[in-house]
């Protein structure tokens, strides 16, 4: 295939056009409701357990509803943490996260992705519990 200065140049200006993302700090804080385990190992706390979920997800007054958050997890270590793949749905647009959520503490996911106003979204979100009972969490979203 011959390539040409012409093609060379419309490549490059589609390129150009493409939406930059530009840099975000999102706070959320999500309340744990909507969640239901599944035993598919041993009877109990088990390897390859699942923990599945739809949860609002709400400012960081946890006053208004700013959307919702759905996914799951696999339990990877028993009672220590689970690998996790979720979406958090905003009115701009979805961001895609995954990584290991800890039973206790502080967890760290990697963006992976999104939707939207978030097309090109990459980065971390922080995960904060907010009580000891696991019933709702603080989220922080770095987008790069």
Not at 13 to 41: H, N, S, W, Y
Request: glycine letters at 12%; one cysteine or more; hydrophobic letters at 40%.
């Amino acid at each position: 295939m011959k390539i040409t200065f012409s093609r060379i140049a419309a490549l490059a200006a589609a390129l150009i056009t493409l939406p930059a993302f530009a840099a975000e700090q999102i706070k959320l804080v999500e309340r744990a409701v909507g969640e239901t385990t599944v035993d598919l190992g041993a009877k109990g706390d088990s390897i390859g357990d699942l923990l599945v979920f739809s949860n609002g997800v709400f400012d960081p007054a946890n006053k208004t509803q700013l959307g919702t958050d759905q996914g799951y997890c696999v339990r990877t270590v028993v009672g220590k943490s689970w690998e996790c793949f979720w979406t958090v749905t905003l009115q701009a647009g979805q961001i895609t996260i995954e990584g290991p959520f800890t039973d206790a503490g502080d967890s760290l996911f990697a963006v992976t992705g999104g939707t939207g106003k978030y097309v090109g979204a990459r980065g971390s979100m922080k995960l904060h519990p907010r009580d000891a009972k696991g019933s709702s969490y603080d989220f922080t979203y770095d987008l790069l």
